[in-house]
């Protein structure tokens, strides 16, 4: 070897040999690094795992999961977020020590959990949506027994204003169910259902309470029918609940109009001004002709009777009422009526053509018996 | 002549090989969130709640594909650059959807308020027209109660479409707009049955 550099073209030939070296052994190493690189196995990262979870969690998010599934889906969107950074902690590691069996872990939980979301946003939202329709269905029912019932009945100020507030929160639960927002809904519902619910279970109670008084009536009516036959004359029962007086002759019912009455009708009156039509057997004391009244014809009542007078001077007594308090009176049967609502002052109108109807048959002294019904309570609800 | 032209070779497959190590495309992943903020920003959540929910699903797709190229020795980014051009002009599009979107749900807020308050005045108008009583006006509790109501809704309706919450607005004013046909109603026809014309 070391003869032949020195033999001519040696030096040459040795120089190609270097080339050869520093050319082909850098070319040979990077080959072998890439390859090295390329082919040596290394832990893939779990890409397919994460896309399934990522599509479990879009379908949850179309199944409405973050709103009827919170807790599952917010589990699952944590999961799949802490596999996200997991795998890339994993990605800074050295690439043949990673190891991504906790991004596997973890992406595989925020599936299932997604999945499960997804389960029982669906189960929720047709709970919801059967549970919710059927509330808003009941609070309508209430609603419509309110309008049914008390339309026409004196309720506080303040429950009169709750029914209204109530019937419009239940208009919005109507609206936010049909656009499919049951949560919502549900909300609305609540409020409308508190709000109605209250003024009914007050109007119900206030009006059973006024039925209690409904023997007393009872024997009123009967003593009423009694004597118009007895002596074959005319007599009149006015029924505040059903708004009705009814002309009676020899004991049978003979015509019956349209009455309207004071706007605190439910309830015996008991002083001047409050605007309550008394519930008691009166007789008619003067007949008034249009000249006479403001309201076309008119019968005044012997409104106050000795028994109101008597109630009225015990309440007086017990405190019940201002010692200066007075117990009214002008009491009549009227016309101008047919406004279709309770106005007037405690009088009972009738439309002018009925003023002159029953004008006509009745006299000085006819009875007139004003009672809250006719019919009992359970009858009122049934019909 | 052949080394040099096998040495040249070698270091343009070298330089290709190291060059193919492409950078993070982070300028067009802060357009792209940018976008989709923007988006979020005009209420698309809320406006359009579904085209919303597929950006954001392509965003988490985005995002974990470049999580992928990342953990690669030669990483390439040129398909998440095309992902994110195509989910940038996505956004663009949800956001000037939702302002079309949004302007629909104002106009129709719009009438409904108008229409709304068209009632309420003449309700306003009808109600001293109710049957008087004997001493002074008269009182119908419900109407009155009920006139108070529709007030109210009205002017929250009106206050949820002053904070540019047009879709609350709306669903406000539509059950006031039903509550206030049917006292309106409700008034003609006490006023028709005591023969008082309006």
């Known amino acids: 070897m070391s ?6 073209g040696g ?3 040795m120089h190609r040999v270097w080339k050869h070296i520093l050319l082909i052994t850098p070319l040979s ?8 690189l390329i082919f040596y196995p290394v832990p893939k990262p779990p890409a397919g795992e994460m896309e399934y979870a990522r599509n479990a969690i879009s379908a949850a998010v179309k199944q409405g999961a973050g709103t009827y599934s919170q ?3 917010n589990y699952a969107l944590n999961c799949y977020d802490s596999a996200l950074v997991l795998w890339k902690l994993e990605n800074n590691r050295n690439r043949y020590r990673r190891n991504y069996d ?4 973890y992406a595989s939980l925020a599936a299932a959990k997604a999945l499960e979301a997804s389960r029982d946003s669906e189960a929720n939202t047709t709970g919801m949506n059967s549970s919710v329709l059927e509330k808003i269905n009941s609070v309508m029912k209430t609603d419509e027994e309110i309008k049914r019932r008390f339309s026409k009945y004196p309720l506080p100020t303040e429950f009169r204003h709750n029914i209204s507030r109530g019937q419009i929160l239940l208009s919005e639960a109507r609206i936010a169910w049909e656009e499919g927002d049951y949560v919502k809904a549900q909300r609305k519902i609540e409020e409308a259902e508190s709000l109605l619910t209250a003024a009914y279970e007050y109007a119900d109670a206030d009006l059973r309470n006024y039925f209690r008084a409904y023997p007393q009536w009872k024997t009123w009516i009967d003593t009423t029918i009694t004597e118009s036959r007895i002596n074959q004359d005319y007599s009149i029962i006015v029924d505040k609940f059903s708004r009705k007086l009814v002309l009676y002759y020899s004991g049978e019912p003979l015509i019956s109009y349209k009455a309207e009455l004071g706007k605190n009708w439910v309830g015996d009156k008991r002083v001047r001004g409050d605007k309550a039509t008394p519930e008691g057997m009166y007789r008619i004391a003067k007949k008034f002709l249009h000249d006479s009244t403001t309201y076309y014809k008119a019968l005044l009542l012997d409104y106050p009777n000795e028994e109101d007078t008597a109630i009225f001077e015990g309440m007086i007594t017990k405190g019940q009422l201002p010692r200066n308090a007075k117990i009214g009176g002008m009491i009549e049967i009227h016309g101008n009526g047919g406004k279709g609502s309770d106005w007037t002052a405690g009088c009972i109108a009738l439309t002018d053509r009925e003023m002159d109807s029953l004008f006509s048959k009745v006299s000085i002294g006819t009875r007139v018996t004003i009672v809250g019904s006719m019919y009992s309570l359970n009858n009122v609800l049934k019909r | 002549m052949k080394n040099r032209i096998l040495m040249g070779l070698a270091a343009v497959v070298m330089v290709a090989v190291l060059a193919s190590c492409g950078k993070k495309p982070q300028a067009e992943i802060d357009a792209t969130n940018a976008a989709i903020t923007a988006a979020q920003a005009a209420e698309a959540n809320v406006y359009l709640p579904a085209e919303f929910a597929a950006l954001q699903d392509s965003l988490n797709a985005i995002n974990a594909a470049i999580t992928e190229v990342d953990g690669k020795l030669f990483k390439n980014y040129k398909d998440v650059v095309a992902k994110l051009a195509t989910l940038k002009t996505d956004a663009e599009t949800v956001t000037a959807n939702v302002a079309a979107k949004k302007e629909e749900v104002k106009k129709e807020a719009e009438g409904l308020m108008a229409e709304i308050k068209a009632v309420v005045e003449e309700n306003a108008k009808l109600f001293p027209k109710l049957p008087k009583g004997k001493e002074g006006a008269a ?25 540019g919450t047009y879709m609350d607005a709306l669903n406000k004013v539509k059950a006031a707009t039903e509550k206030a046909k049917a006292l309106n109603t409700e008034i003609k026809e006490v006023l028709t049955k005591a023969r008082i014309r309006f």
């Open chain 2, 139 to 163: 009182v119908i509790e419900a109407v009155k109660a009920d006139l108070a109501n529709v007030d109210a809704a009205v002017a929250e309706a009106q206050a949820l479409y002053d904070k």
């Open chain 1, 29 to 36: 190493l990077f080959v072998a690094v890439m390859g090295f």
């Open chain 1, 71 to 73: 807790t599952l889906y």
């Open chain 1, 3 to 8: 003869g032949d550099f020195f033999k001519p």
């Open chain 1, 11 to 13: 030096r040459a030939a």
């Open chain 1, 102 to 105: 906790k991004v596997t872990r």
